[in-house]
């Protein structure tokens, strides 16, 4: 297998998620996949400007998208919240003329960009082009009698009609994936509840009650670790203490990875 | 008989940039309530996610602005997922929030504060985000 795809990082997994790459990146390796990071990409606001009138703020994203387009290749996303960002104003280049007009205008590319590129989720390249029975072949170490509770916070679920990462009420990606892995996924209510994100900066109060309404969840249903996708869910949830009152761990879905292929 | 006008007209300027920002259709909003029953953040609100669409729709703006709902507001479009009259309440949130935050010296979060708001381990992704939600 030799797949080659543009990757896009991110200002979070370069500075306080480095674990978030590093693991998937090894892990990348050892399934014969090539991830070449973008030369000049730049932060993606983080949140997706949900105005009408906000245009600037949707650059960034345009900008790797079409670059990766200009390659012929898939752009590939680790962080949820660049995720999210990057399909939505890619949503917005396809079916938007307004916004796909003021852009190009702005840009100036050799070529109108339109929404070309695909964009797709780590999991989703995992789960749609190498596969999760591919994968499952390749674990050197199976995480048996291990009790996972995924969680997947918001953004890469929702709005399902734009993200089609998988069923927003009750999606089963993150736990095929603790499947091929051989450990054990706990479905749990709670998994994609959101953790208060951003909140965490103004209103801790408030991401308080919302993470841990997430740890009684997962407790109750025999959770032992909790992985994620995304950096600040994964700040909401350790910074809130319920997880060591819990016995629960958080960490990254990659290192999981990295851990049943054999490199952390 | 006299007719009464839902929105005076000296709000209705405002509600229509609402309106207009969000790109949503407030009037198909029916009170179903689904968007305050699975709203994670509604614990503290003051004014519940469908009481907000319902004092948009009667022009009632400034309660809506002085309540803390808009803030306690985290953009999970949990709402905009479940709503049956596939309305974006996370989109008109967003609308309200921005036409106070857009008005000089409104920002709600200020370059001076974020020492005191950040920790050691907080994620440059919070930080992103807060700068472009809450300053202008």
Known sequence: ?264 | MTRVKVIPENKKNIIDKIIEMSGENIRDCMQCGKCSAGCPASDGMDLLPHQVIRLLQLGQIDRIVESKSIWNCASCFTCAQRCPRNIDIANIMEAIRLTIIRCVGNSRLKADDVPSKVDCKMPQQAIVSGFRKYNK
């Open chain 1, 1 to 264: 297998m030799n797949m080659k795809y543009s990757y896009y990082p991110g200002c979070t997994l370069k500075t306080k998620a480095q674990d978030l790459e590093k693991f998937a990146l090894d892990s990348a390796k050892t399934l014969g996949v090539a991830l070449q990071e973008q030369k000049e990409w730049q932060c993606c606001g983080a949140v997706y400007p949900l105005a009408t009138d906000e245009i600037a703020t949707k650059l960034s994203s345009v900008r790797s998208l079409a670059e990766a387009y200009q390659k012929g290749e898939k752009l590939v996303t680790l962080c949820a919240a660049c995720h999210h960002v990057i399909k939505r104003v890619n949503e917005d280049m396809k079916h938007k003329e307004d916004i796909r007009k003021k852009v190009n205008n702005y840009l100036q590319l050799p070529n109108d960009y339109e929404g070309e590129c695909e964009v797709i989720h780590y999991l989703e390249m995992l789960r749609d082009e190498i596969g999760f029975e591919s994968l499952a072949q390749k674990v050197k170490k199976p995480l048996k009698n291990r009790k996972i509770g995924a969680y997947y916070g918001c953004l890469l679920l929702r709005p399902s009609k734009v993200m089609k990462f998988d069923d927003p009420e009750n999606p089963s990606i993150i736990e095929d994936f603790i499947k091929a892995l051989g450990a054990t996924p706990i479905i749990y209510p709670y998994r994609t509840e959101c953790c208060g994100g951003y909140l965490a900066i103004d209103q801790k109060d408030v991401v308080e009650k919302m993470t841990q309404n997430i740890f009684e969840s997962a407790s109750k249903y025999g959770v032992e670790e909790i992985v994620t996708a995304c950096p600040l869910c994964k700040y909401n949830l350790e910074i809130s203490g319920f997880g060591d009152e819990n016995n629960i761990s958080i960490s990254y879905f990659t290192e999981l990875l990295a851990e049943a292929l054999g490199v952390k």
